[in-house]
């Protein structure tokens, strides 16, 4: 049987499929562990892929 393929998500040209990261400020908690702050991708809205223009276009 053949496998599932998401040939329809295509991967975001801007996060490359990786849509949230911890970003390190430099600042330790009281626990020693750091303080991270998350960013998500503007393009993809943390989603990782994006829709074909012509499907956005047309509303689908």
């Known amino acids: 049987m ?5 040939a329809r998500a295509r991967i975001c040209a801007d996060c490359d499929g990786f849509p949230l990261v ?3 400020t430099g600042l330790r ?3 020693g562990s750091r303080q991270t702050l998350t960013a998500t991708c503007r393009t993809c ?3 990782g892929h994006t829709t ?3 499907l956005a ?4």
């Open 2 to 6: 053949a496998q599932p393929t998401l």
């Open 22 to 24: 911890a970003i390190t």
């Open 29 to 31: 908690n009281h626990d």
């Open 45 to 47: 809205n943390g989603h």
């Open 52 to 54: 074909r223009a012509a």
């Open 57 to 60: 276009r047309a509303g689908r």
